[in-house]
């Protein structure tokens, strides 16, 4: 394990651009939002300093509307496709104009937990001051340019703000989206990896259709909403949010922030009552639901398991996805696929409609953990650990046989192993 966490603390360096790191500098050269968030983790366990750095360099390219995108464009690159010139968003630095996962406030507060504990309480504290009202800045933009009808959930407008781009719950949503003027372009991705594991050229053309769109708004985040032909609850985005949530107000409790503390207990209250909206009693599980049509997805995917992790608690609901749990893990030997293996549309290495991602398994694990469902939550990291010491620091793997899929060399995936995968007790 020594030897794995060198080779894992080895990639965090490489991948460092100064200030903030790129998931793999081939495939992914830029600073995405998510990824660095869960980078910071990794960070965390060998240069503090440079964990807190990674999230402020990533929230030095938030919007004054508190927006903060997906990619930020700090150097121009060749080797990715779409790059700045196509979103085209006008700004300093350049960036996307989507979003990505709020995984940063619930990072953050591990982050200045652990600072706590080791005695740097007093030298941080001006950092976390600083970050605080970023990070509130954007769960309110969350509130107001991702949640229309007030349910206290996340409704993406693009597959990629899921995280989780070519997921299915995406494909009878994203038939909506009119890509007869999409033109010609080049994609990068295929040119770096086996388009096996890689998003379809229709889920391409919808991706780009989408950026279009946003660009034809001027990046005006109410336009976008109101004119948007993909607007889908996203179950792993609604649990992240309201972990997040009540992660800002632990952090608002121990800065003594009485006027957001209020906010934030109002907007996790909103969360847990709304997300109820998301149960498909058909399918006994938590599924991404499409705005437009009302229609619930009905797929089981790895984001349904974040129920734990955002800390709902409900006895019937629980034991169903348990059940789920117990299907899904003798139908793989690594959990916990992207997308149920009974699914007909599974695919073990082709992105988000199969492969395991370890950022994903953290959370997941997490939540299983504090559950109290200790033997999953061991299963979980045990399977990570697997796949990691087995293949190597993978993007994603096969559930059924490990295999590394994607980038390799990954940094958000050497950051888990220093965080949580490769840790003991
Ligand atoms: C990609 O380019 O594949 C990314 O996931 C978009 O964020």
Not at 273 to 290: K, T
Not at 296 to 303: E, I, Q, R
Request: one cysteine or more; glycine letters at 10%.
């Amino acid at each position: 394990m020594i030897e794995t966490d060198e080779a894992a603390r080895a990639i965090l360096r490489a991948n460092d651009r100064g200030g903030y790191t790129v998931p793999n500098g081939r495939v992914y050269p830029f600073q995405w939002n998510w990824d660095s968030a869960f980078v910071a983790l990794g960070f965390d366990t060998f240069d503090r300093d440079r964990a807190w750095t990674e999230l402020e360099t990533l929230f030095r390219a938030q919007w004054e509307d508190g927006f903060l995108p997906h990619i930020v464009f700090w150097k121009d690159d060749p080797g990715y496709f779409p790059g700045p010139s196509v979103w085209a968003t006008g700004r300093r630095p350049a960036t996307s104009g989507i979003t990505q996962p709020p995984v940063a406030a619930s990072v953050v507060r591990r982050l200045w937990d652990r600072a706590v504990e080791a005695g740097e309480g007093a030298a941080y504290r001006p950092r976390l001051e600083a970050l605080f009202p970023k990070l509130m800045n954007w769960h309110r933009w969350f509130r107001d340019h991702r949640d229309p009808d007030r349910r206290g959930i996340v409704v993406a407008l693009h597959p990629w703000e899921t995280g989780r781009d070519n997921s299915p719950e995406w494909d009878a949503p994203g038939e909506a989206i009119d890509v007869s003027g999409v033109g010609e372009y080049v994609r990068r991705d295929t040119s770096h990896l086996d388009a096996k594991m890689r998003p379809t050229k229709l889920e391409y053309d919808r991706y780009l259709a989408l950026v279009q769109h946003g660009r034809a708004q001027g990046w005006d985040h109410a336009r976008i909403a109101a004119g948007s032909p993909f607007r889908v609850a996203d179950v792993g985005m609604s649990m992240i949010l309201l972990r997040a949530n009540r992660d800002l107000l632990a952090l608002a409790q121990d800065l003594g922030r009485g006027r957001e503390e209020g906010e934030l207990i109002e907007l996790a209250a909103r969360g847990e009552r709304g997300i109820g909206w998301l149960w498909d009693e058909a399918r006994q599980a938590w599924c991404s639901r499409d705005l437009l049509t009302g229609r619930s997805s009905g797929f089981v995917t790895s984001a349904s398991f974040l129920s734990f992790y955002a800390g709902l608690r409900d006895a019937r609901r629980d034991s169903a996805m348990l059940g789920h749990l117990d299907r899904i893990a003798a139908r793989v030997r690594y959990l916990m696929p992207s997308l149920d293996p009974d699914d007909p549309g599974f695919q073990m290495i082709r992105y988000w409609r199969g492969p395991v991602w370890s950022v994903v398994n953290y959370m997941i694990g997490t939540g299983l953990g504090e559950a109290g469902h200790a033997g999953w939550a061991d299963k979980v990291r045990a399977d990570t650990l697997g796949l990691i010491e087995s293949s190597g620091f993978y993007e994603a793997f096969s559930p059924v046989d490990g295999t590394g899929s994607g980038g390799d060399d990954f940094s958000w995936t050497a950051a888990i192993w220093l965080a949580w995968a490769g840790t003991a007790g």
